[in-house]
Nanobody, 125 residues
Framework: QVQLVVSGGGLVQAGGSLRLSCAASGRNLSTYAMGWFRQVPGLEREFVAGISISGGTIRYGDSVKGRFTISSDTAKNTVYLEMNSLKVEDTAVYYC??????????????????WGQGTQVTVSS
């Protein structure tokens, strides 16, 4: 079972920045990819960003392109999400995910291998 431990999140004003971290450990860790999703109450969990463990493939959700950056430290099995120019609409619970593939069809919640605990990101106006 893969364990994903998330840190970061919190309250920030619009236009500000936050960084999330997700450390992965345990057996059966997909050697392929990790990523982030977010969810607002009442809505489906939304893909935010994904990165292959090798770092060769990176994908972003349309709503965060140009503002968010995903990166990984393979030695630490950790993935980061740098969030800049935050908007009120970025407010959500953010989840780290162990992705089974970087194919676009796999970047949906029911194709995720393992989830980390959520962390609240609140952007105030």
């Amino acid at each position: 079972q893969v364990q994903l431990v998330v840190s970061g999140g919190g309250l920030v004003q619009a236009g500000g920045s936050l960084r999330l971290s997700c450390a992965a450990s345990g057996r059966n860790l997909s050697t392929y990819a990790m990523g982030w999703f977010r969810q607002v109450p009442g809505l489906e969990r939304e893909f935010v960003a994904g990165i292959s463990i090798s770092g060769g493939t990176i994908r972003y959700g349309d709503s965060v392109k140009g503002r968010f950056t995903i990166s990984s430290d393979t030695a630490k099995n950790t993935v980061y999400l740098e969030m800049n120019s935050l908007k009120v609409e970025d407010t959500a619970v953010y989840y780290c995910a162990n992705l089974l593939s970087m194919h676009s069809a796999a970047l949906v919640p029911d194709q995720v291998g393992s989830w980390g605990q959520g962390t609240q990101v609140t952007v105030s106006s």
